[in-house]
């Protein structure tokens, strides 16, 4: 079992920053592969990020040069760092964990509550 808390939403101006966080409880974090999902009012969850073990990158092409994904595994925690936020980044922001490299909703095992972005233009 993983427990997932995330925090850092909040509100930002159009042309902002916010770095979100993700603490993981277990002492198996540095197996799962990391990723962050965004849910905005009456649209479906999307992919917005994920890590490997060892740090590699992934990203979804909308996020893509604005958002960065790092891990410390020390500290079980994963962060988002997001820069140059639009209003159409606006939307809670999920923090979960998988077994192995997927970028689906369906393929994380375990999720956090997620925290609100709000990016107002």
């Known amino acids: 079992q993983v427990q997932l808390v995330e925090s850092g939403g909040g509100l930002v101006q159009a042309g902002g920053s916010l770095r979100l966080s993700c603490a993981a409880s277990g002492s198996t974090f540095r197996s799962y592969v990391m990723g962050w999902f965004r849910q905005a009012p009456g649209k479906e969850r999307e992919f917005v990020a994920a890590?490997?073990?060892?740090?590699?990158?992934y990203y979804a092409d909308s996020v893509k040069g604005r958002f960065t994904i790092s891990r410390d595994n020390a500290k079980g925690t994963v962060y988002l760092q997001m820069n140059s936020l639009k209003p159409e980044d606006t939307a809670v922001y999920y923090c979960?964990?998988?077994?192995?490299?997927?970028?689906?909703?369906?393929?994380?095992?375990?999720w956090g509550q997620g925290t609100q972005v709000t990016v107002s233009s």
């Open positions: 979960a964990a998988a077994s192995r490299f997927v970028v689906t909703v369906q393929g994380y095992d375990y």
């Open positions: 890590i490997w073990s060892g740090g590699g990158g």
